[in-house]
């Protein structure tokens, strides 16, 4: 499984970004992996973000982008989005998005086996 995150920018605070990540490769079946992503801040741990189980329903996500953050997916496509409003500064970071065939899914980065590169997001005046 390949995942290829994009969709970062630089941006002012109170802006909205759209993050997507692909998912790629044989033999394998999207609609049974659940996804998460994380980020991590330079200094910082990786943290998780927001996460999707394979149905799509029951999302959950970190009590500091709640009401801000909407993820969701299009299985047909193969991808999942991030779905980023009212920016913070505190969301710099770069932006990771994993999976696991699963039905839950999780915001513990050790509950994924595969990883996408980063893709950086930049909130800044």
């Known amino acids: 499984v390949q995942l290829q995150a994009s969709g970062g920018g630089s941006v002012q605070p109170g802006s909205s970004l759209r993050l997507s990540c692909a998912a790629s490769g044989s033999g394998f079946t999207f609609d049974y992996f659940a996804i998460g992503w994380f980020r991590q801040a330079p200094g910082k741990e990786r943290e998780g973000v927001s996460c999707i189980p394979n149905s799509g329903d029951l999302t959950h996500n970190v009590d500091s982008v709640k009401g801000r953050f909407t993820i969701s997916r299009d299985n047909a496509k193969k991808t999942v989005y991030l779905h980023m409003n009212s920016l913070k500064p505190e969301d710099t970071a770069v932006y990771y998005c994993?999976?696991?065939?699963?039905?839950?899914?999780?915001?513990?980065?050790?509950?994924?086996?595969?990883w996408g590169q980063g893709t950086l997001v930049t909130v800044s005046s």
């Open positions: 994993a999976a696991q065939r699963a039905i839950s899914c999780s915001l513990q980065k050790e509950f994924y086996l595969y």
